[in-house]
């Protein structure tokens, strides 16, 4: 343990109370020695007063008898005499009109000089009285004295106060300081300076030899800080018996990690391979929708590029039109499962999308994707990120959609042929036909920007509606298009109160689907007319859909017209090649109204397709419904690519041409 520091700072607890206290003693001694000295000054006044009484007894008959008998000499020679009293410093005689007949003043030449005097003038006056049986007043004498006659004789009581007041204060400022220094500020500094001598090495006991026989402040705080000593000491043995033991397990543990380690290293080998060697996309997302790290080799292969740090809706959903339904959907359905429990993940998971449509590099045409999600959870189990895996299905969904269709046409075929009014039937398909197509022409005539919310979805329900029940004898196509919005009213009041979709794509969407599902049952029904004397399927255009016709087929040359000059910067599509397609995709970033422009090529080709399905045209049908349904699927604006552009808009277009010059 280091020396003691017997000494104490300013800044002493103990130095502070001593200074505290001895202040306010000398403050309160100050003020009863001012007090004791003005008593004394008080005191002396009133005796000199008192004097001054007894003064007027030995003048007052003689200087009465002077002025009685106007004897002027006489109350001269009185007044002088009165004046030479060593306390008396001023004296005035008024006669029974107030006329002064004498008056000594000293350094002052009037009375009013005397009352506004520095030097504290006070007077006492009595009157002169003429014994006889009236005691008539015969004049008025003023005696005055000042404060100098007061002090001069209290002087040496002044001084005698100040001496005893200035030993008392010298001798217990010894006195209060000897018994702090020893008794309080000596054995809290020894205490301290101990106390940060402690060394946790070497413990000691701290000690302040107080030599007092009864217990206070200090010694219980000495032996608390003895106890906690001894409690540090017993902790050092236990905290090195625990060293010893953590540095045993220590021991054990990096032998078992390095087991440990190469067990995971085969492990994560194992699993790395089997992801790479997987024929799926695994990678998984945050709550921002950012595919995270590691992302499965087949993932490469399937979007062409390295997508670790993308948006997922970027990614697998840029098809989606933000303020389409299926866009507000599918973001809706993210934002409920973040953060939220498994109840909740199994409540929203039949409304994530199950298939979608990419564009892939050196694939010509769309890429049918299988998608499963599965929630990953926290220790709270809270959901934190989801995994996603996405398989390529698009030849087995080529078979599957072929077979499906086979099968509804068979089940249309069946019931056709189970009913007897067949010829009726038939003339109720070209006529809803004839409708939906009216409605369609209607969706997309150049006038229906000037339609209002209501008016799309009033005609679409009322079309949807009106086909039902037409077609009821028709029970399964009756059902399809009923399914096609299950919640009519559900559906009318989310579209009109609904700020981010776009009423004329969704209603013009809805009658697209209703046309094939009816088209679909044409083909059908087609194949087995002729057979049942029903007659063949016809579906008699006007020459003014005829025109209308050619209209919509030059609107899109035009359109294209303008995509191969603005974006590709050139006159015809053979002049696109590798070079450009990459080069276009910066200018079709910039294109204005370019969604507006994809809305447009996708409704006037949906339209002819179905002109052309009702003529049983199935190539022309094909072609220009594989370059609606290729625009449809382009991702938005922002996230286009060369794939994109070739596969999505320039190949099917292409295609059309050709078909055209092989028909001239």
Known sequence: MGQRNTGFSKNSLALYCFRLIFQVYFAFNIIMTLFQMYAEYKSAKTDILGE????????????????WNLDNNQTQYIGEGIFDL????????????????????????????????????FSYEFPLLKMDKDGKKIGTVKLFSNQWVVLDRVKLGYLILVIVAILKTILLFVLFFWVFKKRLIEPITSLADQAENINFDELNEVSLDLKNKKRNELNILEESINRMVKGLELSKKETLESYEKIKYMNKKLEDNNFNLE???KDRVKEISEYMDNMKSAVFS??????VLNPVSSYALNLFGRDIAGENVLKVLFSHLQPGSREFIDLTSCFGLTFGADSLQFLMVENNFPKKVKIFRSGKKGESTLKVTYSPLMKSDDKIHKLMIIVEDITKYESHYKGALN??????????????????????????SIKESMDVLEDFISPISDTYSKEY?????????????????DIESLSESIDSIIPDLTGWKNHLLTSERMNPQLEATEKVCEVIEQMSLCAQAFSTVTPFIAAGKIEFKIKEGVIQFLADKKAD??????????????IRTIDQIDDKKLVKAVGMARLYPNFKETMNLIYQRSKYISFIYKIQMNIEGADKYGHLASMVKGMPIQEALSATDLKYGLIDPYVDILEMNVSKD
């Open 86 to 121: 060593p306390l008396i410093k001023a004296v005035i005689v008024y006669d029974h009109k107030d006329k002064i007949l004498f008056s000594k003043l000293g350094k002052a030449k009037k009375e009013s000089e005397i009352k506004n005097s520095s030097e504290g003038f």
């Open 285 to 290: 997302i945050d709550s921002n929708l950012k």
């Open 406 to 431: 086979d099968q509804i046409k068979f089940n249309y075929i069946k019931e056709l042929l189970s009913k007897k009014s067949k010829v009726k039937i038939v003339k109720l398909i070209e006529e």
């Open 456 to 472: 799309f979805v009033t005609k679409t329900i009322e079309l949807i509606r009106d086909l039902s029940s037409r077609l009821k």
């Open 52 to 67: 001054l009484k007894v003064t007027k007894k030995s003048f007052v008959r003689g200087l009465t008898e002077a002025v």
């Open 556 to 569: 899109i040359d035009k359109v294209y017209k303008n995509i191969l000059e603005y974006i590709f910067l």
């Open 262 to 264: 190469e067990s995971i």
